[in-house]
């Protein structure tokens, strides 16, 4: 078969196939645009109540350190302290890490302090991460049986609209200012991918900002 016969015979059943939409069709028969694949997003509580019943929670609930010791968060006082619960678990938790790193290094760890809060059940395999991946933080555990520490891991106002059945939502990121009172509370201060990487590096840039303004007020 010559090739301009197959050239000819090719481009005929070509022409017959029906060419692929470049977008589902609604049911109206206007195309919509393909489904993003589901990304972090930065979910900052708004509400003031919300925020300090979180804080009060922070303030009054028992905490131990790796000594077994009671732990208090008013013994920060004097620098922003970032508190971040999760667990070894929670693949958006671990994925925070090095963004957590680079931002402590850039506002300076006199600073900002890191703290790890986990929950009971989750305590000596935490631990076992943390030493594991050499991580540099305090590491601090909520001392209550499961299911008693609902105050601190579960806020409806951090859910997004279109989830408003969750209830504990892990990473928790809530920003101390120097005087001890809370700031901010966020479930992503900077989104990540799975590698670790910032979504946005400007996230990255604004956040540091932010918390070296912070670090730079004087405490109340």
Known sequence: ????????????????????????????GIPTAPTPPPVQRVMRTDNAAELARHIAALHTAPFKDTAGQPFHFDSLKGKVVWVNQWAHWCAPCVAEFRVMR?????????????????RLRDWEKDQAYVKEHDLPWRQVVLDLPPGTSLELYADVSMNPPD?????????MSTFLGKDGQGLQFDRHPVPV???GEPQNPHDVDLLVKTLTQWAAKVAG
């Open 1 to 28: 078969m010559s090739h301009t016969l197959t050239r000819l015979i090719l481009g005929t059943a070509l022409a017959l196939v029906p060419s692929l939409p470049l977008a589902a069709m609604a049911s109206d």
């Open 193 to 195: 991918t799975q590698a």
């Open 163 to 171: 989830q408003p059945a969750i209830g504990t939502a892990l990473p």
């Open 102 to 118: 680079q931002v402590q290094e850039q506002v300076g760890a006199d600073k900002l302090e890191i703290v790890l809060v986990s």
